[in-house]
Each structure stands twice: as C-alpha cells, then as structure tokens.
C-alpha cells in the first residue's frame, strides 16, 4: 500500500541570505507554513491547534487526517492517540505555555471527558510529549525538569486503566536558525489511519503502527 501522507520534511533547513526572494521562499519551505497555507486554502483535513489551547480530532479516511501546533519554544506540547471503539483514532492535542501547567492539564481532562463515552477502554494510548530540552552534550538532548510530566500521566491513567504507551522527545530552545521548525505535527495516513508520521520541533520523524 503507497502510504499518503504528504512529505513536508525538508532535505535541509536553508539559512538567511541577502536575497529576499530566496528568503521568503525558506519561510514558505517550513511545514507549518505548508499546513497554513493549506488552511487557509480550505483544507478540511487539517486542524491546528494555536498556543493554549487543545483540541481533538477523529481522524477517518475521508476525514481530518492532520493535527499540529507551532509556535514550540519553550512551551509544553502534549498529545494523546487513542482509539474509539469503531476503530478509527482519537487525537488530541495541546500547546501550553510552562507557566499554565494547570491550565493544560484542565484541557486535556476536558477533552478526555468530552469523548470518554467512545474511547475503546481496552486499547493503550499513545502519550506524546514534545517538550523543551538542553544539550548535555554535543548533539545529545536531554528533557529539561518539567513538573508537568508526571501530572500528565497520572491524569491519563484515570482514563485507561492499561495504562499509557509514553514517548517524550526533548527539543532545543536555543541555537535555532531562522528558518527552524517550531512545529509539532500528527498526521494520520489517508489510505490507512493506523499509520501516522509524528514530525516533532526540528523535523525529527518518527513514524507509529496505532495496531502495534
């Protein structure tokens, strides 16, 4: 099966020139800048999702298929892909500012709730954070200490009593060039939604089976 979701993911991040038309176009290569412009074009598939806030999307074939925030400098990114009980994914997403943790956990809770009647109980979630981080050594990440963490699980496990599959990726809040990549992205494959590309800040792929 041709996977189709689309590929923003740039080969390299270009950087500043003297030259204002290959500056705008660098501007323009990021993926949020993609996605915008897609929004703002009438895509239906797309849902974004600004800074404080949360929201969520169920994700069918003919459906929402995108998720993202942007913006990430600093600030807490919380995501959570369950699945409904027709089989099709839930995702939510939140993008909080560090000094609202309250705030975020309120929103996600709220959101859990809206839905909990079509969660399927029975299939573990995926927890994802994309957080800040600093460099403990050259070209290695580590997540800076963030209270939110551990209030982010245990409110998850009020709602699935299997528990959480977690993944937190760390993400530089300095030393970032121009046109780098402040964006945390889900998207969900068209052709088979169990199949989802998560780009995280600096365009870090990882790829997930929601049926693995």
């Known amino acids: 099966m041709v996977s189709k979701i689309i590929n923003l993911t740039r080969t390299f991040v270009p950087k500043v020139t003297a030259n204002s038309k290959a500056n705008l176009e660098a501007v323009n290569s990021m993926p949020e800048m993609v996605l915008n412009k ?9 849902v974004h999702v600004d800074m404080n806030h949360c929201a969520a999307a169920r ?8 998720i993202y925030t942007d913006a990430l400098c600093g600030c807490n990114s919380v995501g959570v ?16 500012v560090p000094t609202n943790n309250e705030g975020q956990l309120k929103a996600l809770e709220a959101q859990l709730k809206k839905y909990d009647y079509y969660i399927d109980k029975n299939y573990k979630p995926k927890l994802l954070m994309n957080v800040g981080g600093y460099e403990k050594s050259p070209g290695q990440l580590e997540t800076c200490p963030n209270p939110l963490v551990e209030k982010v699980k245990n409110l998850v496990a009020k709602f699935f009593p299997k528990g959480a599959d977690t993944n937190i990726t760390p993400y530089p ?10 964006a945390n992205i889900y998207q969900f494959d068209p052709a088979d939604v169990n199949k989802v590309k998560i780009t995280t800040v600096g365009e ?4 997930i089976d929601l049926n693995v």
């Open 81 to 96: 892909i369950a699945k409904c009980v027709d089989g099709k994914p839930l995702a939510i997403l939140s993008h909080y």
């Open 173 to 182: 809040t300095k030393k970032r060039g121009a046109f780098f990549s402040s």
């Open 38 to 46: 897609m929004l703002r074009n009438g895509d239906k598939s797309i």
């Open 59 to 66: 994700v069918s074939e003919n459906g929402i298929n995108t």
């Open 204 to 207: 870090k792929e990882k790829f």
